[in-house]
């Protein structure tokens, strides 16, 4: 099995953030708060958040904040919507659920109704969707499921049998894939694991031949990881690939926690800090 080529990743990171300016990266512009995100945490899960600019990026994220709140967005059914627009999707509440509680602020919304309506997007399989009755999808999975652990609800979940529809997800290969009959993909080892930790059920994947296949998605020359073996790299793979490495205990990783997607130990800083 190859090894893990970490200081690549770094220097991959790095250089994607310079890129500022080029057509990719304006491109890219209504997602740069997702692609800080992912770049800064993937530095830190390897331990070289040292080498960005701490003070530019909180005022460039300060800068980028908005006078509306989360607590505005949720509606009568407990569901939340993602902006004015009113878009409603399970990601929403997750979104606003993980943010508010990071925020020590989660009573300022009614939890009862926010749990309700995600336990309504509940289906036969085990699994949820984005809204009630949509078809079980990972991602979707890890949402409702990290808000219901945040919420301390997690016995709303039938845990064997999602637990059973996630492992099912590991292909051939050792990847894992969103649905049934899609093709594995980086960002699964991220959304399906992180849904089987959080329910007791890790156990049930082979977690060697995932590491394998997250180590085969790497860009060993050049650095980032890509969706399946010999693709085009990017940071949003390269950060669920490092992610799920760290779930899967990869040697030389930090801990990141599968509920809030953040590193245990920032986790624990933030909580211990309020307390
Ligand atoms: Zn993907």
């Excluded at 945490?41 to 509306?68: A, R």
């Excluded at 649905?179 to 991220?190: F, G, T």
């Amino acid at each position: 099995m190859g090894e893990l080529t970490a200081e690549k990743h770094v220097k991959y990171i790095i250089s994607v953030e310079k890129r500022k300016d080029d057509l990719q990266s304006v491109m890219m512009e209504h997602i740069r708060m997702n692609g800080a995100y992912w770049g800064l945490t993937t530095l830190d899960i390897l331990g070289k958040l040292d080498t960005v600019d701490i003070n530019e990026v909180v005022s460039w994220v300060l800068k980028c904040q908005h006078e509306s709140d989360i607590v505005g967005l949720q509606n009568e059914d407990g569901s939340f919507s993602g902006d004015i627009w009113g878009e409603v999707d399970s990601r929403f509440s997750y979104i606003a659920v993980s943010c508010l509680s990071l925020l020590n602020q989660l009573e300022k919304i009614n939890v009862e109704k926010a749990v309700n309506y995600i336990v309504s997007c509940k289906n036969m399989d085990g699994g949820f969707g984005c809204t009630p009755g949509g078809e079980s999808h990972s991602g979707q999975i890890f949402c409702c499921v990290g808000a219901l652990a945040i919420m301390g609800s997690l016995h709303h979940i039938d845990k064997d049998l999602l637990g059973w529809w996630l492992c099912e997800r590991q292909v051939k290969s050792g990847g894992l894939n969103g649905r049934p009959e899609k093709l594995p993909d980086v960002c699964y080892s991220w959304w399906v694991l992180s849904s089987l930790i959080m329910i007791g059920r890790v156990h049930w994947i082979n977690k060697e031949k995932l590491i394998k296949f997250i180590l085969d998605c790497q860009d060993t020359e050049n650095g980032g990881i890509s969706d399946r073996p010999d693709d085009a790299v990017d940071v949003y793979h390269t950060y669920f690939g490092i992610a799920g490495l760290s779930l899967l205990e990869y040697p030389g990783l930090k801990a990141i926690d599968p509920a809030y997607a953040l590193p245990v130990d920032v986790v624990n800083r933030i909580f211990l800090g309020k307390k």
